[in-house]
């Protein structure tokens, strides 16, 4: 029997991004001991890396605004799929949590009259962005870190939670070990936060970093948990293709906020050929009308560029197949062409700083003289742990989730500047209702047998040693796999013969080894990821294949319309049969009150 | 495609050395992916921290020819390729493993800093007025992504091991951040002079030097930290009552 250390709180929270932060401060204020887990250092988190800014009805720069534009926006955004309880909450609650950020040390970009700015992005109606230049998330991340510290809360870094551990129905706990020192630990708890992110390593071009591999999603699924949604995934339009080793890092839909424009090798503007009818009455029909739009003219509408992700991306995708690319199978985004209508040009575009730096030093390339070349690239999952919209509570008592590891927000597609806000509003609804479940409930029991399989699974790669198959090729063959069969555009074929090859390489994954000791050993949490990858990747795949319609970030070449009198009237949820086999079901939409509607209709015209 | 060589140092707390590595380059790749490629074909075991590849984590810093940078921002066509390059980890801080270095002493430190207190509001609703120009400096403090490559070069942590006295660059530029931040209202002058002695900088500006984020660490965050604590413990009148004062 491997041997472990033991921890006790009431409340752990699993991953220290925006939503586990937030989570975490709001369960120590409510007076329970919180133990905090992350696989990296504190502040490291995906958050760190976003960058527009977080959507919030705050209405400082258009005072048009409200929290129900905001809501009818998320819910077209997400084609109506979305759970509409949490959209209405995050909506009025948003401006709120943004706000208390800047009571806890964050500082935000002005508007002139010396309020929180707020910038256009796709999908949003009016200005909504809170941000600070392009490093948004970072400016989160710190502030949510620096005003955590002083809360009490025990932060475990470089630990990797590997299993949760169940008491009947309830979950008692979770197991997991130190990467530093491999030793194997024990949280035992009475609530656990799940805010663990998204699953973008299971693509080979990706925004995400090493930390994205889905644990959460499959921790979650395998305690038992109900998934949503997993066939959305949302490919960004604007990732960098160019060099090599930097294609899929992010370049953020701000620069095309902040009047930047998409061409084709024929310096065509080809957005303003594709514009979807529900969008076209708040669609500028001109380059001139988009460019005064992106200068915060209001009665102008905004350029087709900020059209939502998934029709920017699958735009790209179609120039790009036509052979009208740029030189490295991307398409060319712009914003120098700016210096034609202003003179301080390339100070305009240094509001971008993170962008010039990126380019200038990834890329050698000059952005306020010289097109970027752009393409798509795996950036978010719209799925997952399906919660209780008041709570967050997960379908497993004494299991929250919150932030992209959570499902049900966004739908069939995720607005920009909507993860933010959903991580500062969720993360505090989680950490609330954890706390209370914990005062409810007490303690369940850990069972040591649990404990015994989780340590036994996570060890056995170091008995099949080094001569055994190599954890990184797996990898590489999953990424490969669901990039070219269950990428942006999709065909039943391609996708159940991804399945036939994940079915493969769960077999391998089981036969990896690795060589060395348990000490900050990347080969072996390698080999523990995959597991998680393979369970998401398979839901993904899974969900994909039985949505037969196109919707959002999921687009079928076989069904390339949306169907809303039959897939548009249900959600997928993923669960793990009684058999231990995956098992998805179709589950209908609530009806939504009558208030709501009123607030959808009222928007559409 | 061509090859290049690695020296990259292997070892723990109890010691190590420089291991040479060979391996394909290609156009546009930065250090990091050497050492991924590295560790993917040869070396499934080397541990090195990163996050983002994008320098917005600040996690893989380390020491490429002696020089201390974010491996990911650092490309390979900006280094001699016809020697081996030598990837060392941070050498202020212990080791852990290979490039990995135990850097925990800088979040005990920030814990020893005055947290933010904000003001009254200045509206009804909660909420501050504050211009774009009161915050150029807070803002360009808050840049910091902490790598912790300026702690990594100070003299007075590197050289002279300090760590139990001074907070280093980082935390000044830290501090500094919370001072001129319009809204804050605490006071931490006189903790920077007695407990984080801020008076073991010389400004040497080594660690404005290598700041991947181009904070003027020196000129826009130390030196007015020193203005102020000058004047308050300095002021003509002390310095009278100094002179003259009992001794
Ligand atoms: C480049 C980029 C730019 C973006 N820009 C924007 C933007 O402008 N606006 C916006 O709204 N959204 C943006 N997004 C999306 C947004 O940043 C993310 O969706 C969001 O930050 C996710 O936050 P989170 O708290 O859910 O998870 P994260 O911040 O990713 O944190 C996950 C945490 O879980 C931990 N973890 C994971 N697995 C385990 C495990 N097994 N054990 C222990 N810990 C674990 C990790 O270590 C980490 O601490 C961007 C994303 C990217 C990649
Ligand atoms: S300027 Fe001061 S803080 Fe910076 S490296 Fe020199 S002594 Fe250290
Ligand atoms: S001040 Fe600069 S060098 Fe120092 S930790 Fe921050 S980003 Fe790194
Ligand atoms: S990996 Fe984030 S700074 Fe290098």
Redesign the pocket.
């Known amino acids: 029997m491997a041997e472990f250390q033991t921890h006790e709180h009431d409340v752990i929270v699993?991953?220290?991004?925006?939503?586990?932060?937030r989570a975490a401060i709001e369960a120590s204020s409510a007076g329970v001991s919180v133990g905090l887990?992350?696989?990296?250092l504190l502040g490291?988190?995906?958050?760190?890396?976003?960058?527009?800014?977080?959507?919030a009805a705050m209405a400082n720069v258009d005072d048009r605004d409200s929290w129900k534009v905001h809501f009818a926006d998320t819910m077209r955004g997400g084609q109506y799929l979305n759970n509409w309880r949490m959209a209405e909450l995050h909506a009025q609650q948003a401006p709120d949590r943004v706000r208390e950020l800047e009571a806890w040390g964050a500082v935000f970009d002005r508007t002139k009259d010396g309020k929180i700015l707020q910038r256009n992005f796709g999908g949003h109606r009016y200005p909504r962005?809170a941000?600070v230049g392009d490093r948004?998330?970072l400016e989160m991340?710190r502030t949510l870190q620096d005003h955590g510290i002083h809360q009490g809360i025990t932060v475990y870094m470089e630990?990797?939670?590997?299993g949760l551990l169940k008491d009947g129905n309830r979950v008692s706990g979770a197991i997991?070990y130190d990467r530093e020192k491999g030793v194997l630990r024990v949280f035992r708890a009475k609530a656990v936060v799940l805010?663990?992110?998204?699953v973008?390593r299971a693509f080979k071009i990706t925004?995400?970093?090493w930390?994205?591999?889905g644990?959460?999603h499959s921790?979650a699924y395998e305690a038992g948990a109900d998934l949503v949604d997993m066939e959305f995934v949302q490919f960004h339009p604007t990732g960098m293709v160019w060099p090599p080793s930097v294609r899929g890092?992010?370049v953020?839909?701000?620069v095309r906020g902040e009047g930047g424009v998409l061409r084709n090798k024929d310096g065509k503007r080809f957005m303003f050929d594709d514009i979807p009818d529900n969008y076209k009455p708040q669609t500028a029909d001109n380059p001139e009308e988009g460019w005064r739009y992106t200068q915060g003219d209001k009665s102008a509408r905004r350029p087709p560029e900020l059209l939502t992700r998934d029709h920017v991306a699958r735009c790209i995708n179609r120039e790009v197949k036509a052979g009208r690319g740029s030189p490295h199978g991307g398409v060319f985004l712009d914003i120098a062409w700016i210096k034609e209508k202003i003179s301080n040009a390339p100070e305009h575009i240094k509001k971008l700083p993170s962008m010039y730096h990126q380019f200038k030093q990834l890329a050698d390339l000059d952005i306020t003289t010289t097109p970027m070349e752009v393409g798509p690239t795996t950036?978010?999952i719209m799925g997952g742990v399906k919660v209780d919209g008041e709570t967050q509570m997960s379908t497993v008592p004494g299991l929250f989730a919150?932030?992209?590891?959570a499902g049900g927000l966004h739908g069939a597609n995720r607005l920009?500047?909507?993860?933010?806000?959903?991580?500062l509003v969720f993360?505090k609804l989680a950490g609330e209702h954890a706390a209370k479940y914990a005062k409810a409930n007490g303690a369940g029991q850990v069972h040591q047998d649990q404990v015994d399989a989780a340590a036994k699974a996570l060890l056995a790669p170091f008995e099949r040693g080094a001569n055994a198959e190599s954890p990184y090729k797996v990898q590489y063959d999953l990424q490969d796999n669901m990039q070219a069969l269950v990428g942006i555009v999709r065909k039943e074929d391609e996708m159940l013969k991804a399945l036939d090859v994940i079915e493969g390489l769960k077999k391998r994954a089981g036969t990896v080894g690795v060589a060395g000791n348990r000490e900050y050993n990347p080969g072996w949490h390698t080999a523990f990821d995959l597991g998680?990858l393979l369970t998401c990747a398979e839901a993904i795949a899974r969900a994909a294949v039985a949505r037969k319609e196109s919707r959002g970030g999921h687009f079928r070449e076989d069904f390339p319309n949306k169907d809303e009198k039959g897939f548009g009237t249900f959600n997928h949820v993923i669960r793990k049969g009684p058999d231990g086999k995956m098992q998805l079901v179709q589950v209908p939409l609530t009806p939504m009150p009558q208030h709501l509607k009123d607030a959808i209709e009222q928007e559409k015209k | 495609m061509s090859k290049a060589t690695f020296s990259v140092w292997r070892g723990d707390k109890s010691g190590g050395k420089l291991v040479d590595y060979t391996t394909e380059v290609s156009e546009g790749m930065v250090v990091l992916d050497a050492v991924h490629q590295i560790q993917a074909e040869s070396a499934n075991d080397m541990a090195v921290r990163w996050n983002?590849k994008?320098g917005k984590c600040g996690s893989c810093s380390a020491e490429i020819n002696g020089m201390p940078k974010l491996m990911c921002m650092t490309r390979l066509n900006t280094l001699d390729l016809s020697k081996p390059v030598t990837i060392e980890p941070m050498r202020a801080f212990p080791s852990i493993r290979d490039l990995v270095t135990d850097v925990s002493w800088n979040f005990r430190v920030k814990k020893t800093i005055k947290k933010f207190k904000p003001r009254k509001p200045d509206a009804p609703d909660g909420t501050w007025r504050v211009q774009n120009e009161d915050i150029e400096r807070p803002q360009e403090m808050r840049k910091c992504i902490e790598c912790f490559l300026c702690q990594d070069v100070c003299h007075v942590l590197r050289d002279h091991q300090k760590h139990e006295e001074f907070i280093g660059p980082r935390f000044l530029v830290y501090t500094a951040a919370l001072e001129m931040n319009p809204i804050d209202d605490d006071d931490r002058v006189d903790d920077l002079k007695f407990k984080h002695n801020i008076g073991f900088c010389n400004i040497t500006k080594c660690c404005t030097k290598v700041c991947p984020e181009h904070i003027t660490i020196t000129d826009n965050a130390i030196i007015p930290l020193k203005e102020r604590v000058v004047d308050r413990h300095y002021d003509p009148l002390k310095k009278l009552l100094k002179v003259f004062g009992p001794k």
Request: hydrophobic residues 35%; negative net charge.
């Open positions: 699993i991953g220290a991004g925006g939503a586990g932060l887990i992350c696989k990296s490291k988190a995906h958050t760190v890396m976003a960058e527009g800014g977080m959507a962005l941000h948004t998330g991340i630990h990797t939670v590997a997991g805010a663990t992110g998204g973008g925004s995400n970093s930390e994205y591999t644990d959460g921790l890092i992010l953020t839909e701000g950036h978010y919150a932030g992209e590891v920009g500047g909507n993860s933010l806000s959903d991580l993360g998680n | 983002c994008a």
